[in-house]
């Protein structure tokens, strides 16, 4: 039987290495670009996804291998995503492979064919009153279950909410012939009617003059003060896009945050929407992405990741708080939601829609190009504005777990009228340093730079970097010493502290430390919702997010750590941190205070941001960038390197940096390194790194286009490992 001709295709796997793969495919296969196949590679499987399906190939035919079966009926990623992806590579300096599949959900990147899409709905089978009655009596959980089956049927999800154990009862039910469950094939949801808001004068002019600029690409910042109603100007121009046939996506920096949003969306747009992010399964992101894609779902709601969600009519992109970090992919594929969310609408020419009370600089500093238009928000709906920042003196005075007396004075009043309060300290565990106070050892993780944290519910000292746990000792492991002390004041001691003082107020600690998940945080957050007194404290999960009528008094106790960081953005973050914990009180119809704690309040930052707004601080910190040529005002590339000895580590930089230094264009930027990281070692490893800056983007990019492929080839010593990481956020 003679052999079908074959032909060579290029495919994308996803491994860190800077090369696609060629393979033989049979000549009857249609080559669609974007479809999955699988691969042999070495001696197993690998998902490849068609990139080309005529590449011009240098390597030896002898050595091309057939592909194996093509595992989609038609593209997993359009030619569209394929560009973006492209893109994304090409200017984030990312392997292609690794891109392609950050664009898919992980349930593809396996070497299967896609699930159905399909649900499993329980209903109520006939009628029969009397039997569902005299399961109330006999069986009130499944009388229960009847109830809520009698309006409708119920996916495995709804019943879970539900009632947690609801498997046994459903099950009875069935062997009772009252309930049975067929697939529940998806369609399209229609939106509900709903009669919005009225909204404010200032809403209203926002909306009309954004108008005539949403027929194409344009990047509108909403620069709105906290409280002052940027959602329902979201979820205005959201429900005009979607009357125009078209879909959204509405990015948010954590979801577990945004339980009240959800609600709003929910409640505006019904079952229209999906969600996705990191703490769903991988079968259900798989099916928020696919139903997505085939436009059963209208809205996709989610974290950075889903900024990829694929459809054929993206209409409009909302990026809420888009100065905030979580955009920013800090390992695997490094990147940044937001300005890869910027590119997307350019290459589709639509609008994309960044809102904040405290824009990023970078974002600032664009609004002066063409197609980035600025719209003010600086009124609340509310009677009161937002709290002016007044600073508290720690240098004088009694202090208690790490709250001054004035402060004390503050809260008492407020809980006396009613209010909520809210305590940031972004510091979790009990105790951030362990040491003895005859010798000065400390406490520190036998993998990493950094002082050990003591966890007193724990009865531990750990590492808040790689999790390293040791005991508490007895006694000073170096002098013997039996007095071991600790210093300075965690979440952990707080929440004792205030549950002495305060044992009639109920009080809420959210960190990492005490919620596990979503579910955990509002559970712990349902208490705000009443309304009724209560004292809520706890890390950066609560600075952002909430919006709680009843809280009236913000405190923030440590704002001195940010005022000598050796980082370069460190001011602008304060800035950010302070003036959005502040605006989480006064958003109700009594008028909110916000204090900030310090031991340096004539420090010139903290008297700027008491003083001042957050526009005009960030003003005279874009131009000090400028002066000294930092970004956003320089481009800054980082190359880094681990390794198990800091040498390693080193060597491997500094091959980079001759190839940097002989590549032509380099005369016009600055390579500084390489150099140890800031934190040298961490998680048993030993960091380094080496920065190029450049004043200009064209130039940085020339050199790196020239140098990367000698680079990517680079032999680095063995267990020493590199990545280059563009738009780096700190030098």
């Known amino acids: 039987m003679p052999v079908p001709p074959s032909r060579l295709a290029a495919f994308a796997i996803a491994l860190p290495i800077y090369r696609v793969f060629d393979y033989e495919v049979e000549a009857g296969d249609p080559l669609r670009p974007g479809t999955r196949y699988r691969l042999p590679f070495g001696s197993g499987t690998r998902t490849g996804v068609l990139l080309d399906p005529a590449p011009d190939s240098e390597v030896d035919p002898d050595k091309i291998r057939p592909a194996g079966p093509r595992l989609d009926d038609r593209p997993v990623l359009d030619e569209h995503m394929l560009a973006l992806a492209r893109w994304l590579a090409e200017y984030y300096l990312q392997p292609l492979g690794e891109v392609i ?307 004390f004075e503050r809260i008492d009043t407020h809980l006396e009228q009613g209010g909520q309060v809210l305590i940031y300290l972004n510091r979790r565990g009990f105790a951030p340093v362990v040491m003895c106070h005859e010798c000065g050892w400390q406490a520190v993780c036998a993998n990493c730079d950094s002082r050990l944290t003591l966890h007193q519910s724990v009865g531990s000292l750990l590492c808040h970097h790689c999790g390293y746990a040791d005991r508490v000792p007895e006694a000073c492991p170096q002098c013997g010493n039996p007095e071991i002390r600790h210093y300075g004041v965690g979440t952990e001691q707080l929440e004792q502290g205030l549950v002495e003082r305060y044992p009639q107020i109920p009080i809420l600690r959210i960190d990492r430390d005490v919620i596990a998940s979503r579910e955990a945080l509002q559970s712990r957050l349902e208490q705000l919702r009443t309304g009724d007194p209560c004292i809520l404290i706890g890390t950066q999960m609560i600075a952002k997010g909430h919006d709680y009528p009843a809280i009236t008094l913000s405190v923030v106790l440590d704002a001195d750590q940010a005022l000598f960081s050796a980082a370069y953005r460190a001011p602008e973050r304060l800035a950010q941190t302070l003036f959005q914990v502040a605006g989480r009180a006064g958003r109700g119809d009594r008028p909110g205070e916000a204090l900030v704690q310090s031991r340096f309040p004539g420090h010139p930052l903290l008297r700027a941001l008491v003083e001042r707004d957050y526009r005009d601080v960030v003003g005279d910190l874009l131009h000090e960038r400028e002066q000294l040529g930092f970004p956003p005002y320089a481009r800054v590339t980082m190359f880094r390197a681990d390794a198990p000895a800091l040498d390693a580590a080193l060597a491997c930089l500094q091959s980079i940096r001759e190839i940097l230094a002989r590549t032509p264009g380099i005369e016009a930027l600055t390579l500084i390194g390489p150099m140890p990281a800031l934190m040298t070692r961490r998680i048993g490893r030993y960091r380094a790194q080496l920065c190029l800056l450049a004043p200009a983007y064209a130039s940085l990019r020339e050199v790196l286009a020239r140098a990367m492929p000698e680079i990517a080839e680079l032999s680095a010593a063995r267990d020493t490992n590199w990545i280059v990481d563009v738009d780096a956020q700190d030098l």
């Open 101 to 407: 599949f950050l664009c898919l959900p992980l349930r593809l990147h396996r070497t299967e064919s896609p699930p159905a899409d399909r649900v499993k709905r329980w209903r109520l089978v006939g009628e029969d009153p009397a039997a569902i009655e005299a399961l109330a009596r006999r069986s009130p959980r499944q009388y229960e279950i009847c109830c809520a089956l009698a309006s409708g049927g119920m996916t495995a999800a709804d019943l879970k909410a539900l009632n947690p154990n609801w498997h046994a009862a459903v099950r009875a039910l069935e062997r009772r012939g009252l309930v049975a469950w067929a697939w529940d094939e998806p369609g399209t949801i229609e939106l509900p009617a709903f009669s919005a808001p009225t909204l404010s004068a200032q809403q209203t002019g926002i909306l009309d003059s954004l108008g005539p600029r949403l027929g194409g690409f344009g990047v509108h910042l909403l620069d709105g003060i906290t409280g002052s109603g940027k959602t329902e100007i979201y979820l205005h121009l959201i429900r005009e896009t979607l009357d125009a046939g078209q879909q959204v996506i509405y990015l948010v920096p954590e979801i577990g945050l945004t339980d009240q949003l959800i609600e709003r969306v929910r409640e505006r747009f019904g079952d229209c929407f999906e969600l996705s992010h990191s703490g769903l399964t991988e079968s259900r992101r798989y099916r928020a992405w696919d139903r997505f894609r085939r436009g059963e779902r209208r809205i996709m709601l989610g974290t950075r990741s889903s900024l990829f969600a694929q459809c054929n009519n993206l209409g409009l992109i909302v990026i809420d708080e888009e100065h905030d970090s979580s955009y920013r992919q800090e390992d695997g594929v490094r990147y940044h939601a937001r300005d890869v969310a910027i590119k997307r609408a350019q290459m589709l020419d639509i609008p994309v829609l960044l809102g904040s009370a405290t824009p990023s600089t970078e974002t600032l500093r664009n609004c002066a190009r063409d197609n980035w238009y600025t719209y003010r928000l600086d009124q609340r709906p509310t009677r009161y504005p937002p709290p002016a920042l007044q600073l508290v003196d720690l240098r004088h005075g009694r202090i208690d777990f790490g709250i001054a007396g004035a402060v």
